[in-house]
C-alpha cells in the first residue's frame, strides 16, 4: 500500500489527511482525522488518479468514492 499524505498548511481538507492505494489489490484507503480508516475495494487506479489530481478531493471522495464504490471495511485508528 503507498499513501499520500497531504499537507494540513496547504490543503483545505477538513474530513481526511491520507490516502492509500494498493494497485495489486486495488484497494482504496482513507484516514480522517477522526481516527476512522475506510477501505474501499475493486477501485481502478484510474479514479485514484483522478482523486489525487481533483482541486476539491473531499467532493470527489463524497461523489466519486463513498456513493459509487465497495465499501471493504472499517476501523478505528489510535489517533
Given at each position: 500500500?503507498?499513501?499520500?499524505?497531504?499537507d494540513?498548511?496547504?490543503?483545505?481538507?477538513?474530513?481526511?489527511?491520507t490516502?492509500?492505494?494498493?494497485?495489486e489489490?486495488?484497494?482504496?484507503?482513507?484516514?480522517?482525522?477522526?481516527?476512522?480508516?475506510?477501505?474501499?475495494?475493486?477501485?481502478?487506479?484510474?479514479?485514484?488518479?483522478?482523486?489525487?489530481?481533483?482541486?476539491?478531493?473531499?467532493?470527489?471522495?463524497?461523489?466519486n468514492i463513498k456513493?459509487?464504490?465497495?465499501?471493504?471495511?472499517?476501523?478505528t485508528?489510535?489517533?
Amino acid at each position: 500500500m503507498n499513501y499520500a499524505k497531504f499537507d494540513k498548511k496547504i490543503s483545505t481538507l477538513v474530513t481526511f489527511d491520507t490516502i492509500g492505494y494498493d494497485r495489486e489489490t486495488e484497494k482504496l484507503q482513507i484516514k480522517f482525522y477522526d481516527g476512522t480508516l475506510e477501505t474501499y475495494a475493486d477501485v481502478p487506479e484510474e479514479i485514484v488518479f483522478a482523486f489525487l489530481l481533483s482541486f476539491d478531493k473531499e467532493a470527489f471522495y463524497k461523489r466519486n468514492i463513498k456513493s459509487q464504490m465497495m465499501l471493504y471495511g472499517t476501523e478505528t485508528l489510535n489517533v
